[in-house]
C-alpha cells in the first residue's frame, strides 16, 4: 500500500500501472472469489516490515483506495460507500520483517 501523498505525486500511467498491478495480485491469489451481499465489515491490515514505519491514520485509510476500488471492480462487493461497508483499517508491525496486507471479509 502507497501513502495518497505519494499515490497523488506519480504520473498518472504509473498510477494506472499500480491500479492495475493490485488487481492482478488480488487475482492471483488463487481462491474462487464470491460476490458478498450488502452490508459487509470490510478489514484491512497492513503490515509493514523492515526499514518501513506506521502511517497516519488519514493516510493509511487513503492507501486503501486502489485496494478497495480493486476489490469493487471485480465485484466482490457492491459499492464502496458506507451504505455497503464498514471499513475498518489497522496497522501493525510484521512478525517477520516483511511487508504485507490482510483483507478478512465477513457479512454483517
Known sequence: MISPNRLYRMHFAQRSRWKKAIEVQLMAYGEPM???QPKIDLRITRFYGYR???LDTDNLYGACKPLIDAIRGHKIIPDDTPNHI???VEQEKSPDKTSFVRINASET
Open 86 to 88: 464498514n471499513l475498518y
Open 52 to 54: 518501513k514505519r506506521a
Open 34 to 36: 464470491l460476490e458478498l
